[in-house]
């Protein structure tokens, strides 16, 4: 998860006082791993800039698939200001509604599943080549379901929202409809910073894993990008690369995370 510094508690970064964050545990009642808690669901962090989540970081690992299945109960956050939220399920400029955190990731429980369909949880993605079957951005969470682990796959998904050119691709910020409102920031790119064990099944946790034990690594990809696109070496950067492009820090908990290096092929 990304540095939260909020020294007035008043659930805003201290740094970025327009952005507002909020954690969910399973509303299942799914257990953590140690068993002497609730599980995380995720955190998401969200702009009143923009209207739109900034970032979403949640744990991903098969104890968190079920049987509940999609429930699609679009519906504003409780733990973020309603004001900056959608306030309907209307979409437009292109786009539909894109999930930061899948629905799929998330079906152990139906009372789990029905918080990911959080109006803080969902962005515009390109309804025609980007969000659909076959587009770019569903070709990676495709992916992204191969590199689930064990030891847990620690994900942050975000949007970007500056100029962006990346591997034959180009989006430049605009403003759009959507969600019943006439202010939303179309992202220009979306990413996944990702932190796993390279084995899988070390059985430790990633804190206690020495840096030759870890792998991390950045998936960024334009909004523009085509249908079709399927995830490749070029689409990768270092998290230390990526946080020079956003300005937050992820995976400080992690101390031997190896920000500044990664291999694409071990994410292929």
Known sequence: MPV?????????????????????LCAGGERNAQRNGTARNYT???SADHHCPLWVAAPMHSCYHGSSGRNDS?????SIPSSIQYSSTSTG??????????????????ATNKQVFYYTNIAPQYSSTFNTGGGAWNNFEEHLETLICSD??????????????????????????FGGRSDVSCPTMFYCAMLRTKRGNTG????DCSASELQCAAFTLCHKMAKGHEPEA????????????????YFPNVPNAPKTTYSANDWL
């Open 44 to 46: 998401v962090c969200y």
């Open 4 to 24: 939260i510094v909020d020294a007035n508690n008043d659930k805003r970064l201290d740094a970025l006082t327009s952005a507002y964050y909020a954690h969910h």
């Open 93 to 110: 400029g292109g786009c539909n509604k894109g999930h930061m955190l899948s629905s799929h990731d998330r079906t152990s429980s139906v």
């Open 74 to 78: 679009y519906k504003k956050d409780p």
């Open 234 to 249: 070029a689409d990768f950067m270092s998290i230390e690369d990526l946080e020079k492009l956003t300005g937050f820090t």
């Open 152 to 177: 847990t796959l620690y994900i942050v998904l975000g949007c970007y929202f500056d100029s962006f050119s990346r591997n034959g691709a180009s989006a430049s910020p605009t403003k759009i409809s």
């Open 204 to 207: 430790k946790r990633v804190q």
